[in-house]
């Protein structure tokens, strides 16, 4: 089992839809949890993070964490095409971070 | 506040070589990770430094090494380069104060012919 696994997508959805991107996780002690978005050719930028159960939202985007389950979830509202990237759900393990293979989100106008 | 900052940006090598990347943190950055991406196996943690000491290691053979200097400023160095070494490394900088979030520099592209 992958220690951060997230569907490769491409995820498409139209411009305004909402955007649904799933991660889960196989440490159970796992503490703190991020969401990077990576245009292609560029680094990774932080879009959010997430320590505690529940909901934690920025603007158009949410983040869900429900540490029983080990699902980490983001949600882009009102989807533009400048969303178009890959979206990476990383892990902290201590003082290194663990991602995932990332999800491909394309919005079409 | 300046972003991270790494030098050189494209490098191009030859198998058996080795390379020295540069990484500047944030100011105020204490922590200094390094993560190598590829297509294959995406982004994945190779070391970490804070206070010019490695906290933490991923899995990666012995030719990858590094340092951290007195000014937070980080080295990384790979010696007797292979093929399978060309990959996007990227440096990360983070503060005590914000539970491991960590911001990532532009990286070096590395291609070894």
């Known amino acids: 089992q992958k220690e951060v696994e997230q569907n490769s997508g491409p995820l498409s959805v139209p411009e305004g839809a909402i955007a649904s991107l799933n991660c889960t996780y196989s440490?159970?002690?796992?503490?703190?949890f991020f969401w990077y978005r990576q245009y292609s050719g560029k680094s990774p930028e932080l879009i959010m993070s997430?320590?505690?159960?529940g909901d934690k939202e920025d603007g158009r985007f949410t983040a869900q964490l429900n540490k029983a389950s080990q699902y980490v979830s983001l949600l882009i509202r009102d989807s533009q095409p400048s969303d178009s990237a890959t979206y990476l759900c990383?892990?902290?393990?201590?003082?290194?971070?663990?991602f995932g293979k990332g999800t491909t989100l394309s919005v079409s106008s | 506040k300046a972003g991270v900052t790494q030098t050189p940006r494209y490098l191009i090598k030859t198998r058996g070589q080795q390379v020295t990347l540069s990484c500047s943190p944030i100011?105020?950055?204490?922590?200094v990770s390094w993560y190598q991406q590829t297509p294959g196996q995406g982004l994945q943690f190779l070391f970490e430094?804070?206070?010019?000491?490695?906290?933490n290691k991923g899995n990666f053979p012995g030719r990858f090494s590094g340092r951290q200097f007195s000014n937070s400023r980080s080295e990384m160095n790979v010696s007797t380069l292979e093929l399978g070494d060309s990959a996007l490394y990227l440096c990360?900088?983070?503060?005590?104060?914000?539970?491991?979030?960590?911001?990532f520099g532009p990286g070096t592209r590395l291609l070894v012919l």
């Open positions: 990360a900088s983070s503060s005590p104060g914000q539970k491991e979030t960590q911001y």
């Open positions: 440490d159970r002690g796992s503490q703190s």
């Open positions: 997430i320590y505690s159960n």
């Open positions: 990383a892990v902290g393990r201590g003082t290194a971070l663990i």
């Open positions: 100011s105020g950055h204490r922590s």
């Open positions: 430094y804070f206070s010019e000491t490695q906290r």
